[in-house]
T-cell receptor, first 112, second 115 residues
Framework: KQEVTQIPAALSVPEGENLVLNCSFTDSAIYNLQWFRQDPGKGLTSLLLIQSSQREQTSGRLNASLDKSSGRSTLYIAASQPGDSATYLCAVEDQAGTALIFGKGTTLSVSS | SAVISQKPSRDICQRGTSLTIQCQVDSQVTMMFWYRQQPGQSLTLIATANQGSEATYESGFVIDKFPISRPNLTFSTLTVSNMSPEDSSIYLC????????????FGSGTRLTVV
């Protein structure tokens, strides 16, 4: 059974720092991996989708990488801002069209 | 990618009552998913709802407690029945990935508090 783990569970950084969030999954035979952002008490906002054939995706200050063979993905946030404060969730799509399997998330706090 | 309208956004309910959550999608989708997010936890899949067939429930979730309707390709409801304080959670609906470029889309969530 696929399990997704995110480290660290929480992270506090000063504004301007570059940071890395980690995600690992136990079964490397995934279809896609997706990173989400969730603000307190709110729904999910999709940040990046990495297809299984891809190594990385970039959107603005965000860069996500995928290493299927080792079962790992990282989300890199450059020049962090207080507005980046949220919980970041990693989710894998085991087979095409099936429900996502989520990690527990990393709660990020960026202080000004 | 699909846009999902979910309502209500939040509700406070008395124990023993039921609440129905609605999700409306702006395009036709085959599969819809319902998740629960308990306080401080990540998302757990409740069930998968395909149009024209009964929903498929995950271990630990039963139809009597969480009945789901899927009357057409753009709409679904989840009912939380005979609520107890343990049902206090955020409930989210999601639709399948529309194409290779866009990922899964989620509704804005329903924050349920049972008192």
């Amino acid at each position: 059974k696929q399990e997704v783990t995110q480290i660290p569970a929480a992270l506090s950084v000063p504004e301007g720092e570059n940071l890395v969030l980690n995600c690992s999954f136990t079964d490397s035979a995934i279809y896609n991996l997706q990173w989400f952002r969730q603000d307190p008490g709110k729904g999910l906002t999709s940040l990046l989708l990495i297809q299984s054939s891809q190594r990385e995706q970039t959107s603005g200050r965000l860069n996500a990488s995928l290493d299927k063979s080792s079962g790992r993905s990282t989300l890199y946030i450059a020049a962090s801002q207080p507005g980046d404060s949220a919980t970041y969730l990693c989710a894998v799509e085991d087979q095409a069209g099936t429900a996502l399997i989520f990690g527990k998330g990393t709660t990020l706090s960026v202080s000004s | 990618s699909a846009v999902i309208s979910q309502k209500p956004s939040r509700d406070i309910c008395q124990r023993g009552t039921s609440l129905t959550i609605q999700c409306q999608v702006d395009s036709q989708v085959t599969m819809m998913f319902w998740y629960r997010q308990q306080p401080g936890q990540s998302l757990t899949l409740i069930a998968t709802a395909n149009q024209g067939s009964e929903a498929t429930y995950e271990s630990g979730f039963v139809i009597d407690k969480f009945p789901i309707s899927r009357p057409n390709l753009t709409f679904s409801t989840l009912t939380v029945s005979n609520m107890s304080p343990e049902d206090s959670s955020i409930y989210l609906c999601s639709v399948e990935r529309q194409n290779a470029r866009y990922g899964y889309t989620f509704g804005s969530g329903t924050r349920l508090t049972v008192v």
